[in-house]
Nanobody
Framework: HVQLVESGGGSVQSGGSLRLSCAASGATERLDLMAWFRQAPGKTREGVAGIEVDGTTNYADSAKGRFTISRDNAKNILYLQMVSLLPDDTATYYC?????????????????????WGQGTQVTVSS
């Protein structure tokens, strides 16, 4: 089993920055695909960015140019650097991981592609 623990959330003003981290522990010997999702109140969970173990990345349109996903495979840590934050970015951000990366995952991030999930960290952006 794999445990994912997010950190780094908080409250910032519009235009501010945050860096989220997700530490993976347990049976982490193969986590080919990791990603960040978010869910705002009353909305469905949406994919923000994903990254394969080889560094291949993909971003939702809303994240392109503002968010950067990265991972430290040696430390089993996933990151999401967020800049130029907007009130619409307010949500609970979840880390997700799966042992296998489905072919074509980069076309659209799907929650169904991930087995392991963290508990989430809250990001609040005020105008």
């Amino acid at each position: 089993h794999v445990q994912l623990v997010e950190s780094g959330g908080g409250s910032v003003q519009s235009g501010g920055s945050l860096r989220l981290s997700c530490a993976a522990s347990g049976a982490t010997e193969r986590l080919d695909l990791m990603a960040w999702f978010r869910q705002a109140p009353g909305k469905t969970r949406e994919g923000v960015a994903g990254i394969e173990v080889d560094g291949t990345t993909n971003y939702a349109d809303s994240a392109k140019g503002r968010f950067t996903i990265s991972r430290d495979n040696a430390k089993n840590i996933l990151y999401l650097q967020m800049v130029s934050l907007l009130p619409d970015d307010t949500a609970t951000y979840y880390c997700a991981a799966n042992r296998v990366a489905r072919v074509g995952w980069w076309f659209r991030l799907l929650a169904a592609d991930f087995t392991y999930w963290g508990q989430g960290t809250q990001v609040t952006v005020s105008s």
